[in-house]
């Protein structure tokens, strides 16, 4: 049983600008999948997709051997599927509890739409350290984290609602060593538990060291869906060379014609 797959998904932008042409993708149960390709191959309009903030043109999707139709990102949520994209869409001046819950807060003491601070205070404190997250003080305002940490605070807040799937949209980007490990633990350590991960990132050197399969998006197909085992990073950076070189030519004849 696959945890998510798509076939022949198609999808393009105003203009007759084709994003996605026939994409064919699979996400094992467990696996965390690297997402890679040039600018405009198509891998941003997948995750869109996948977690239902746009719709594609045609094409069908299927969660564990189901098939799904999102209308909104709440129907991808309803299948478990969580993203965190690059600009993490977090609120820097609340605190790290306040943005774990946020638009998903608890609410009692009697009184409608008073929250309930000191239950979200402690679930956040036991759920962080449940997964390993490291935030000694969760009163402090997010704007005051490093980036690796803020980092962690979107993963674990897409994470707490029991997500199957997680999108990452570079999730690395401009880290250093010491934050970047602290994420790939972070994802080891929750794909582990049987969170499944689909990644985007340009890095190779961090696609190889946090995922166990690489895809290779070109002209909005998948050009190649390969264990990281059976590949190397040289590989890859002939393909993607020798894809470059490709849309040159077709750009000099183009020109010429």
């Known amino acids: 049983m696959h945890l998510i797959e798509t076939r022949n998904l198609c999808y393009s932008y105003p203009g007759s600008v084709k994003a996605l042409e026939g994409i064919n993708f699979i996400a094992p149960r467990n696996?965390?999948?690297?997402?890679?390709?040039?600018?405009?191959?198509?891998?941003?309009?997948?995750?869109?997709?996948?977690?239902g903030f746009m719709r594609p043109d045609s094409g069908r999707i299927f969660v564990e051997d189901?098939?799904?139709?999102f209308h909104t990102v709440q129907d991808a949520r309803a299948q478990g599927i969580e993203t965190v994209y690059q600009d993490l869409a977090l609120v820097p001046q609340l605190t790290v509890y306040e943005n774990l819950f946020l638009n998903r807060e608890i609410t009692g003491g009697g009184r409608v739409g008073v929250l309930s601070r000191k239950r979200m205070r402690v679930l956040a404190r036991q759920y962080l350290d449940n997964i390993n997250v490291h935030i000694p003080n969760i009163d402090?305002?997010?704007?005051?984290?490093?980036?690796?940490?803020?980092?962690?605070?979107?993963?674990?807040?897409?994470?707490?609602?029991?997500?199957?799937?997680?999108?990452l949209d570079e999730p690395l980007a401009a880290m250093g060593?010491?934050?970047s490990a602290l994420i790939m633990?972070?994802?080891?350590?929750?794909?582990?538990?049987?969170?499944?991960?689909?990644?985007?990132?340009?890095n190779y050197a961090h696609l190889f060291a946090?995922?166990?399969?690489?895809?290779?998006?070109?002209?909005?197909?998948?050009?190649l869906d390969r264990p990281v085992a059976e590949t190397s990073i040289q590989e890859l950076t002939d393909l993607m060379v020798?894809?470059?070189?490709?849309?040159?030519?077709?750009?000099?004849?183009?020109?010429?014609?």
């Open 66 to 69: 189901k098939e799904v139709v």
């Open 140 to 167: 402090a305002e997010v704007e005051l984290l490093s980036g690796g940490q803020r980092q962690a605070i979107a993963v674990a807040r897409a994470t707490r609602q029991d997500a199957k799937i997680l999108l």
């Open 31 to 51: 696996s965390r999948i690297a997402v890679m390709g040039s600018n405009g191959a198509g891998k941003s309009t997948l995750v869109k997709i996948l977690c």
């Open 185 to 202: 633990d972070l994802v080891k350590d929750l794909s582990s538990r049987g969170v499944s991960m689909i990644v985007i990132d340009h």
């Open 242 to 257: 020798s894809a470059f070189r490709r849309q040159l030519e077709v750009g000099h004849t183009e020109l010429a014609d």
């Open 210 to 223: 946090l995922c166990d399969r690489l895809n290779v998006i070109q002209q909005g197909k998948v050009t």
């Open 177 to 179: 060593a010491k934050e």
